[in-house]
């Protein structure tokens, strides 16, 4: 006698971290054509982390770090590329002289620009969906699933 293999995750609703992720990705792909459709061919979405945390007059890079909630290395990464790129720019603290804020050039704000209006748009396209309600449910469940420790 064969014993049959099954896969328990056939027959089941998709995950909600795969319908999360799938989720996410998709707008990422709509960041990533906006972006490119106004001229900023050399910038994704996965180049985000740095403009969400940025303070406008400039935040050091440990900073941006912790905010993203990523090592010091992969943000040192993030920024030598955008710095590269013409996006951001470091100089030197003000209050520290041994440390260096990472500041948005006019580029940079320009990109962040843009990325703010396909932000929006999806938040917007979501509340029509879902409701404003609901809308700030999901927005509350997500927050829940960054902030608390999953066991």
């Keep these: 006698m064969v014993k049959r293999i099954t896969n328990p995750l056939r027959d089941r609703d998709l995950p909600l971290g795969t319908l999360m992720s799938s989720a996410g990705a998709r707008l990422g792909s709509r960041?990533?054509?906006?972006?490119?459709?106004?001229?900023f061919t050399d910038l994704r979405s996965?180049?985000?982390?740095?403009?969400?945390?940025?303070?406008?007059?400039?935040?050091?890079?440990?900073?941006?770090?912790?905010?993203?909630?990523?090592?010091?290395q992969a943000m040192g990464e993030l920024i030598?590329?955008?710095?590269?790129?013409?996006?951001?720019?470091?100089?030197?603290?003000?209050?520290?002289?041994?440390?260096?804020l990472v500041r948005a050039t006019p580029k940079g704000w320009r990109a962040l620009e843009k990325g703010v209006e396909v932000i929006d748009a999806f938040d917007i396209w979501l509340a029509d969906r879902l409701g404003e309600a609901e809308a700030?449910?999901?927005?509350?469940?997500?927050?829940?699933?960054?902030?608390?420790?999953?066991?």
Excluded: C, N, W
């Design 31 to 39: 960041l990533d054509a906006a972006l490119a459709e106004a001229g």
């Design 80 to 100: 030598a590329y955008l710095v590269e790129h013409g996006y951001l720019e470091t100089v030197a603290d003000p209050t520290d002289g041994r440390a260096r």
């Design 136 to 151: 700030g449910r999901l927005r509350r469940a997500l927050q829940l699933i960054l902030e608390e420790e999953i066991p």
């Design 46 to 72: 996965a180049h985000a982390a740095p403009f969400i945390g940025l303070d406008p007059g400039g935040t050091r890079p440990s900073v941006l770090a912790a905010r993203a909630q990523m090592t010091k």
